[in-house]
């Protein structure tokens, strides 16, 4: 896991004072664990005097370098977590927001710990058919996820009002435009001209018209941001197959077409395509438009997810020669190849 620039140090003192902030002075921290799979905040695992777990997600430092979109983006989290509740979508409770930037200068959330492990911790123990289950598991789960709508009636990243829209064509092309721009800013070299790239989003305006309302799209949705039950437990308790105990990291958010859901699943693949996330999607509800416009928003939504993943690598400060070597490579093929498909 590469080290990123974004995630900031912090000691066991401000620990003990985001608890006495969150919870009381009377609150107390018995144990910490640092953990370690994410990419942008940091958090930790809490263990309080009350037996409660809790985790705790800290903002990167005021001065950090960021994407446009993920300026307040602790904001978007907690709007994630707030609306997915409704729908009985399995994820943590939202204990405490922080945003008075009192003991740091940033924002920090704490959450009620979910039980279970990353799926991605243990994919490699998983058989083909605990997989399977997963998968079909994970495609109910976003059917229910979808079917909030968005109370303000807007599309698109709901912490940061100019990638924000009436319209969804607008506010994609908002989004869009926003990745772009950080590319020029952190010097990030694009395969494709700015020309180019707002042209395919222009050519295809008809085919992103004909989402009329926005739903809440999670849009991270890869097996580190899954947690399930222990492959072991499950064996012990549960017949063998696991089960999703928690979707975590909402910090992405999105109000936007369900068809980007499946692109944050798998961002070099086509989830919209796996039977098993296919058919657990639409015995619970959702619906898969395989229309020709659809396929192009698709491709849109393939090229927008990696100019991010590209973008991203200027503020990060990734180091690790071997993800540098891949994303660095595999970005910039995926870029050109979705604007052929959209030419």
């Not at 905040?41 to 777990?53: Q, S, W």
């Not at 659809?294 to 690790?320: K, N």
Request: proline share 6%; with cysteine.
């Amino acid at each position: 896991m590469p080290e990123s620039l974004t995630k900031r140090r912090i000691d066991e003192g401000t620990l003990r004072a985001l608890v006495a902030e969150a919870f009381g002075p009377d609150a107390a921290m018995t144990t910490s664990r640092e953990l370690g799979e994410g990419f942008f905040n940091a958090a930790f695992r809490i263990g309080l005097a009350d037996g409660r777990e809790v985790v705790l997600k800290v903002s990167p430092p005021a001065n950090a370098a960021l994407l446009t979109y993920e300026r307040d983006i602790m904001h978007a989290e907690a709007e994630f977590f707030r609306e997915a509740r409704g729908a009985g979508i399995p994820q943590p409770e939202l204990l405490h927001a922080g945003f008075g930037r009192t003991v740091i200068d940033g924002d920090y959330l704490f959450l009620s710990a979910v039980p279970g492990v990353s799926w991605y911790s243990v994919r490699e123990e998983l058989d083909d058919e605990q997989t399977a289950s997963l998968r079909r598991e994970l495609g109910a789960i976003i059917a229910r996820l979808h079917t909030v709508r968005n109370p303000r009636g807007l599309f698109g990243y709901p912490a940061v009002p100019e990638l924000s829209a009436p319209t969804w064509p607008a506010a994609f092309g908002a989004m869009l435009a926003a990745i772009v721009a950080d590319a020029r800013r952190y010097e990030v070299e694009l395969p494709a001209a700015d020309d180019e790239l707002f042209g395919a989003v222009r050519r295809n305006a008809d085919a992103l018209e004909q989402v009329a309302e926005p739903a809440l799209v999670h849009f991270d949705l890869w097996p580190g941001n899954i947690l399930i039950t222990p492959p072991v437990e499950a064996a012990a308790r549960l017949g063998g197959i696991p089960g999703i105990n928690g979707l975590i990291d909402g910090e992405r958010v999105i109000w936007a077409d369900p068809l980007m859901e499946f692109i944050g699943m798998d961002v070099f693949g086509h989830a919209e395509h796996d039977d098993c996330v296919r058919g657990g999607y639409l015995a619970a509800g959702g619906r898969i438009d395989d229309s020709d416009a659809a396929r192009r928003r698709i491709s849109l939504y393939h090229l927008y997810m990696q100019l991010l993943l590209l973008t991203e690598m200027g503020p990060r400060g990734y180091t690790d020669p071997e993800y540098l070597e891949f994303f660095g490579t595999e970005c910039p093929k995926r870029i050109v190849a979705a604007l052929a498909e959209l030419s």
